[in-house]
């Protein structure tokens, strides 16, 4: 899969690819934005591909494209959930780290998001599995000290140094309710302000791997009215749309 392009020269793309066997690595296009080059439409953002490539250094050239199955059809909302998934491999997988596991889970996201009219419940899921590929599991089912279980109504924050902490300010950032965490851990539907806390949740789950430097997918979350609604549109953006890394 593509999970970014942009230009390399008058002629040609530089992608990062996300493989089964490989993880993600960068690759020079050459040619791929003459008119008439072949398998130029392939290289887009949600569409399986067979790739081969030549070379040793860290930036490999492309130079053999074959369909591997339909593109996912993205549309509205949904697009821009795939963006952000796209944007979180991009910010946080090593290149060259292979994860077959995650490769999986990922088309199957993909496909939920295309699918489902609950896009919210996919991405949850989809960031703690990218958290626990990478080694960064958070321990979601007892509280900090180890021997309690997270009780369905109280509010937790989590410390990565220590992990979930009782919480007296249902409004502090990041806080969740016991029973939404546990809807979260088990994949079920969230309702009314469990989404909202789901949301808030992951983002601090997330921070510390993600660094100072905004998402660009989040910020066209906001400016589409992400956080007040996430009913799909039947508007379709192209995806020469995509966000910058």
């Keep these: 899969f593509v999970l970014h392009r942009r230009d390399y020269s008058d002629t040609s793309l530089l992608l990062e690819v996300f493989t089964a066997e490989h993880g993600r690595l960068p690759l020079v296009a050459k040619g791929a934005k003459r008119p008439k080059s072949v398998g130029a439409a392939l290289l887009q953002p949600f569409t399986p591909v067979l790739l081969a490539w030549s070379g040793r250094g860290e930036v490999r050239t492309l130079v053999r494209i074959e369909p591997a199955g339909r593109p996912v059809a993205l549309v ?15 910010r946080l ?5 292979p994860h077959e596991v995650l490769f999986v889970f990922y088309q199957a996201v993909l496909e939920e998001l295309a699918s489902s009219q609950d896009l919210d419940r996919p991405l949850r899921r989809f960031e703690l599995r990218l958290l626990g590929e990478l080694g960064y599991q958070p321990v979601l089912d007892r509280e900090a000290d180890g021997q309690r ?6 509010f937790y924050v989590y410390k990565v140094e220590q992990g979930l902490l009782p919480t007296l300010e249902p409004d502090h950032e990041g806080a969740i309710r016991g029973e939404t965490l546990r809807r979260l851990l088990n994949g079920e539907a969230l309702v009314g302000s469990q989404i909202r806390e789901a949301r ?15 998402l660009h997918s989040r910020a066209l979350f906001t400016a589409r009215g992400y956080g007040r609604s996430m009913t799909k549109v039947t508007v379709r953006p192209t995806h020469d749309t995509e966000p910058g890394y």
């Design 76 to 90: 509205g909302n949904a697009l821009y959930c795939g963006f952000y998934v796209n944007e979180l491999l991009m």
């Design 93 to 97: 997988l090593g290149r060259q780290d």
């Design 149 to 154: 279980p997270v009780h369905p109504d109280r």
């Design 200 to 214: 808030g949740f992951a983002r601090c789950l997330l921070a510390p791997h993600l660094g100072e430097r905004p």
